[in-house]
């Protein structure tokens, strides 16, 4: 586990006769063995591109291949850029204490509707997902221009914000994906520092 850059520490193990399972413990990925035979061995496992599990047969040498990829996976998804991360250490959506109760301008109006057309677009041809997911994703950015008009600065934010989010694991978007629908809309709406 060491050389995927994932600690010890971060798995639990279990085990009874003839049979083992290593979880990774903050979330469901697991790798189960059962010894079946002298060298064969049946293989559970709960990778990270899909909430059901994998059975598979095969010999020891075919485990630890197959321990290998899990791992590899694990690890990737875990090391993958998300976006959250532009929360913990960045306001980039000019989140401040004075919109809490602030209208927006006329001017701030026109400028956000266009800054979520743009981030449609944005959306629509550089994400690559279904397309019905896509046009989940778009249809919320749509009900959000509306909402400029009936919300103050601060809340409309906290929607954009909060909407992206709950679609992102309604729709279980791998975290390449979710990372870029962050990166783009801090692209897109780096210029919502509205004045207060």
Do not use: C
């Not at 929360?87 to 109760?101: A, P, T």
């Amino acid at each position: 586990m060491r050389e995927a850059g994932l600690n010890v520490v971060d798995f639990e193990v279990s085990g009874i006769y003839k049979e083992f399972k290593v979880k990774y413990r903050y979330d469901y990925f697991s790798f189960s063995i059962s010894r079946l035979d002298l060298q064969k061995y049946s293989i559970g496992v709960l990778p990270v591109n899909s909430t059901k599990t994998v059975t598979e047969r095969g010999d020891w040498e075919y485990l630890k291949t197959r321990y290998k990829i899990w791992v590899d996976q694990l690890s990737k998804e875990l090391d993958t850029p998300t976006g959250w991360e532009h929360f913990q250490s960045e306001n980039y959506l000019g989140l401040e204490r004075q919109d809490l109760n602030v209208p927006f301008t006329s001017d701030e109006k026109k400028q956000t509707r266009n800054d979520l057309n743009s981030y449609s677009q944005y959306v629509h041809h550089q994400l690559n997902i279904g397309a019905g997911d896509k046009r989940i994703i778009l249809e919320k950015l749509e009900e959000l221009s509306s909402k400029v008009d009936e919300m103050n600065k601060f809340d409309w934010k906290s929607l954009l914000v909060g909407t992206l989010a709950n679609v992102i694991m309604v729709l279980g978007l791998p975290s390449e994906v979710s990372g870029m629908i962050w990166e783009g809309l801090k692209n897109t709406f780096g210029g919502l520092r509205i004045n207060g």
